[in-house]
C-alpha cells in the first residue's frame, strides 16, 4: 500500500478539493474522513470550484443509490468500501490513522503548517512506515526563485 503525505500546505481545505478534482477527473474513487467541520468546509467548496465544473461527492448516510453514483464520499468516522466498487482512496484528514485504512488501496494525508498538525503528522508518519507501507513525500511549499 501506499501512503502520501503532502506537507507544508498553506490552504489544506483549498488543496483537498484540488486533489479531488483531479481524482475525479481520473474516474478515482476517494473516501474523506476527518472533523465535521472540516468535512463541511470541503463540502461547500467543492460545489464552488468552477461555475462550469461539478465534482461529484456525497456524505457517507446518504441513500445506496446516490453513494453509487458518487466517487467522492465524506465521512466522519471511517467505513469499509463498498466491495463491489473499485477500491478506492482514503484521504485522511483525522489527527490519527483510522483503524480501517488497510481497506484501502491508497492514503492521502494533507498536512497544514500548524507545528501541532506537524507534530501529529511525524507520529502517523512511523505508524506507517512500522506497518511497513510504501512512503512518499509531497512538499507542498511554494518555490521561490531569486532573481
Not at 457517507?60 to 477500491?87: F, H, K, N, Q, R
Amino acid at each position: 500500500m501506499e501512503v502520501a503525505f503532502h506537507f507544508n500546505v498553506s490552504e489544506p481545505t483549498d488543496y483537498c478539493c484540488r486533489l479531488l478534482r483531479k481524482a475525479h477527473g481520473r474516474g478515482a474513487r476517494v473516501t474523506v474522513t476527518g472533523p465535521r467541520q472540516r468535512l463541511l468546509d470541503i463540502d461547500q467548496r467543492l460545489w464552488a470550484l468552477s461555475p462550469t465544473e461539478f465534482v461529484p461527492h456525497a456524505w457517507a448516510d446518504a441513500a445506496a443509490e446516490v453513494l453509487m453514483c458518487s466517487p467522492i464520499v465524506l465521512c466522519e468516522s471511517l467505513t469499509p468500501p463498498d466491495p463491489g466498487l473499485a477500491p478506492p482512496m482514503l484521504l485522511n484528514l483525522l489527527a490519527h490513522i483510522p483503524a480501517d485504512y488497510t481497506q484501502y488501496e491508497r492514503v492521502i494525508e494533507v498536512v497544514g503548517l500548524a507545528q501541532a498538525e506537524r507534530a501529529q503528522a511525524r507520529q502517523r508518519w512511523r505508524a506507517y512506515d512500522q506497518a511497513q507501507h510504501r512512503l512518499t513525500r509531497h512538499d507542498a511549499a511554494p518555490t521561490s526563485s531569486a532573481p
